[in-house]
Structure formats: structure tokens, C-alpha cells
């Protein structure tokens, strides 16, 4: 009896452990599941691109859409770009912190996020019934933590005859989150201190949204720090699934990582992705305070 409490206590545990990451789903640079690579671009710190063409009709709490925008930030959205860099709990409408009008969004990371100062953006609209947005291993403004994610879309004719509307959002390394907004948010203040990330959906009506509270990661907001990192990682729940429930709102859950598609030659990466060094951890307090005034220049 002891041995079996013992054992489970241990698979109850193991969901927690800080696994490492798995690579992302689509790779972003050398082809995707039918081998067409993805469309490869650099922004500016706080910077969007688009309108993207999906080709294909999205529909996002009642609404259908054709066309995306790719934000630096970490999100996709939907009837305009989003620049602003300090991010927010969900559900949110009318202006942000920073007197921009808030649209309809996917997050799957929202956080502080330079392209400038390195990896990789991509997206794939070119597989029917499928967007694919990716951020590889793009660093935090002012630090040296990258982090890995994606989102992607699924209309009618995806060739795995996934659920029209469904949203999969999928994780590599995740090494950080950015600074946060301070009392002097409309000003481009900015503090250097770990703040937080949010993940999830937002309707912009300041009523719809979703995002991964049913498992434990993050807050009711979507709003989740490095803490919650363990859990977005672990193989055996990412990448998590965001469905439409058929009355305005969405149901959510997990797939494992071995359980996603292999079709046309695509093959699951599997090969653990190094954990963050420790030299880069030990750097973080240095970097943020040398770039606290730029970054207060920055963001004005």
C-alpha cells in the first residue's frame, strides 16, 4: 500500500517537475508539416505586422475574420496591430494603460518581447485552413531570457479535420518575463523587476475570454509569472487547446506533445531544448538596471 501512495505521489509531482521544453510544433524556418517554410521577418521593439491574409474565414467569439495581425509582443489580433508592450489581465475593453484602443486578441504569450536584438518571427498562411504565428527564442526587452511559443489557427479544411475555430497554442523554452509598468504607465515608465505574462483569449468586449486557470497555470486574468513555466512546459499538457463551446465562449484543454499529428512527412521533434543558463540568470539584475533609463526613454 505504501509503495502504490509512494508511486502516485510521484506521477502527481512529475506533472510539476520542470521538464524541458519540447521543440515547437512547426518549425519555423525549415518547413512545416508539407514542407513550404514559413514567412520569415524582423520588427522593431514594440512594432506589428500586418493586416496578414489568413486565407481562409476565422471565426473569434461570433465574429469571422480574414485577416491578422503579428505583434512583436507576443499576440496575434484581429481588426488592428497592437504595440504597446505592457500587458494586462483578461477580459479588458476600451483604452489600455497607454490610451490605445484594445481589439480582439490571442495571446500566447503577451509580455515585453525586442525582436530587434534577436530570434525569429514567422508565419505560415500558405496550408488550407491553417495560420501558424511563431516567436522563436526572442529575447525580453532589456534581458537576456528568450522565450519560444506559437499560436495556430484552424478553419474549415484543415487536413487534420480539426474543429473550425480552434486556437492551439504550443511552448519551447521559456526562459522569462519582461518588466513591468509602473505608477507612470502613460508616461513609458517602466520598472526592471520581473513582472508577469498573459495568456489567453480576448474578446474586447470586456466580457469574453479564456485563458489556462482550469489547470492551475496562472491567475483567473491569464496573467502568469516564471513560476508558472514548469507547467506550460511539461510535455505530457502542452500545447493546450482553445475550442469555441458553441455559446460564445471556449472550452479548454490539453493535448500531450506525442499525441499531436504526423502527417506529410512532419515528425514531432522530440529533443529536449537546453534549460537557460545560469550565467544569463545571474546577468538579469545587471541588464535591467543598465537599460532602466533606456527603456524609460523608449517607451515615452
Known amino acids: ?66 485577416q491578422i495581425y503579428f505583434n512583436s509582443n507576443g499576440s496575434l489580433t484581429f481588426t ?45 498562411n500558405t496550408i488550407p485552413g491553417i495560420f501558424v504565428g511563431t516567436w522563436s527564442d526572442v529575447p525580453l526587452f532589456g534581458r537576456d531570457e528568450t522565450n519560444a511559443f506559437q499560436a495556430v489557427l484552424f478553419g474549415a479544411g484543415n ?3 480539426w474543429p473550425v475555430g480552434r486556437i492551439l497554442v504550443n511552448y519551447g523554452d521559456l526562459q522569462g518575463t519582461g518588466g513591468t509598468c509602473d505608477n507612470d504607465c502613460d508616461g513609458g515608465g517602466w520598472e526592471d523587476s520581473i513582472g508577469t505574462a498573459t495568456i489567453g483569449l480576448n474578446a474586447g468586449d470586456g466580457v469574453g475570454f479564456a485563458t489556462l486557470f482550469g489547470f492551475g497555470i496562472g491567475d483567473a486574468g491569464g496573467l502568469i509569472t516564471p513560476a508558472d513555466f514548469p507547467m506550460l512546459e511539461n510535455p505530457t499538457l502542452d500545447p493546450f487547446l482553445f ?56 517607451k515615452k
Open 159 to 161: 487536413p487534420f479535420n
Open 1 to 66: 500500500m505504501l509503495g502504490r501512495k509512494v508511486l502516485a505521489t510521484m506521477l502527481a509531482m512529475s506533472l510539476l517537475l520542470p521538464l524541458s521544453a519540447q521543440a515547437l510544433w512547426f518549425n519555423p524556418t525549415a518547413g512545416n508539416i508539407f514542407g513550404a517554410p514559413g514567412a520569415v521577418f524582423t520588427l522593431s521593439d514594440d512594432d506589428h505586422f500586418g493586416p496578414i491574409n489568413m486565407g481562409m474565414a476565422f471565426p473569434f467569439f461570433g465574429t469571422n475574420h480574414t
Open 243 to 298: 475550442d469555441p463551446d458553441g455559446n460564445g465562449g471556449y472550452i479548454v484543454t490539453a493535448m500531450p506533445y506525442s499525441n499531436l499529428p504526423t502527417l506529410g512527412g512532419f515528425t514531432n521533434n522530440n529533443n529536449n531544448i537546453p534549460e537557460p543558463p545560469v550565467l544569463a540568470l545571474m546577468a538579469f539584475g545587471m541588464i535591467g538596471l543598465a537599460l532602466r533609463h533606456r527603456r524609460s526613454t523608449l
Open 80 to 124: 488592428a496591430g497592437r504595440d504597446s508592450w505592457d500587458n494586462y489581465a483578461f477580459p479588458r475593453s476600451g483604452p489600455d494603460q497607454f490610451g490605445d484602443t484594445i481589439v480582439p486578441t490571442i495571446a500566447p504569450l503577451f509580455d515585453d518581447h525586442d525582436n530587434s536584438q534577436g530570434g525569429t518571427l514567422s508565419f505560415i
